[in-house]
């Protein structure tokens, strides 16, 4: 099995910052995709960053604010977040794909979510 577990959601005013982060743990042996998403009051959950090797894509309304990062090694991804606005605010969750290697050393593959970390921008 693997887990996430994100961190670095609070209360910010608008036009700051805030960095976000989500560790994967487990057996895990590869780890293909990794991204970030987003559910505000009332509405559904949106894409807001995501990063698969090398490449990156953005939702269009955090382009030029917020810059997704990965740090292999470590298993983490990270979400910096600038010019924060008062629509920024949601549960942001963190997903990552790839495979780990079962207890009978047998290769799975996961598709996992974290429990979700609240951003909240307001003055």
């Known amino acids: 099995q693997v887990q996430l577990v994100e961190s670095g959601g609070g209360l910010v005013q608008p036009g700051g910052s805030l960095r976000l982060s989500c560790t994967a743990s487990?057996?895990?042996?590869?780890?293909?995709?990794m991204g970030w998403y987003r559910q505000a009051p009332g509405k559904q959950r949106e894409l807001v960053a995501t990063?698969?090797?090398?490449?990156?894509n953005y939702a269009d309304s955090v382009k030029g604010r917020f810059t997704i990062s990965r740090d292999n090694a470590k298993n983490t991804v990270y979400l910096q977040m600038n010019s924060l606005k008062p629509e920024d605010t949601a549960v942001y969750y963190c997903?990552?794909?790839?495979?780990?290697?079962?207890?009978?050393?047998?290769?799975?593959?996961?598709?996992?979510w974290g429990q979700g970390t609240q951003v909240n921008v307001s003055s």
């Open positions: 487990g057996s895990i042996l590869t780890i293909s995709f």
């Open positions: 997903k990552a794909d790839g495979a780990y290697k079962n207890y009978d050393l047998s290769i799975n593959y996961f598709s996992s």
């Open positions: 990063i698969t090797g090398g490449s990156t």
